[in-house]
């Protein structure tokens, strides 16, 4: 029960989040935020200035790129916190992947689409060194 809850509202947090520029905000404003407790723990100035520009990056991706509001605000449970820290967290795996930023992120691959994935992706990272070294 608790995973096909988790499920649909990771989805429905999925379906809020399309646009690249709305992906790359939340890329470094979702970080910020949850390093605010941690940085509070040292300074609470500097951790009030995290939580303010990661909410600032918030706005500015859905409210400039996505042109709808944070999911937050509209469905007030733990697991939106959860699937903003996925999301994400899938971002920069396929950012650090050599991957598209653009795309499905909530597809969900099973173990041997996710070796096939990274087998194409490793390919394709092979090709451009060997053309880079010629």
Not at 22 to 33: D, E, F, K, S
Not at 43 to 51: N, P, Q, V
Request: aromatic share 12%.
């Amino acid at each position: 029960m608790v995973s096909s809850a988790f499920e649909s509202n990771f989805e429905y947090y999925c379906s809020h989040h399309r646009t690249l520029g709305c992906r790359i905000t939340h890329m470094i404003g979702i970080p910020m935020l949850a390093l605010t407790p941690l940085v509070a723990l040292f300074s609470r100035r500097a951790a009030s200035k995290l939580f303010n520009c990661g909410w600032g990056l918030q706005f500015v991706g859905h409210y400039v790129f996505e042109h709808n509001k944070p999911v937050l605000l509209e469905l007030r449970s733990p697991f939106t916190i959860f699937s903003a820290l996925l999301f994400v967290a899938r971002l920069w795996y396929r950012f650090f992947m050599g991957e598209s930023l653009t795309g499905e992120i909530c597809q969900t691959d099973t173990p041997t689409q996710r070796v096939q994935r990274t087998q194409r992706v490793q390919r394709t990272q092979r090709k451009k060194r060997k053309a880079s070294s010629r």
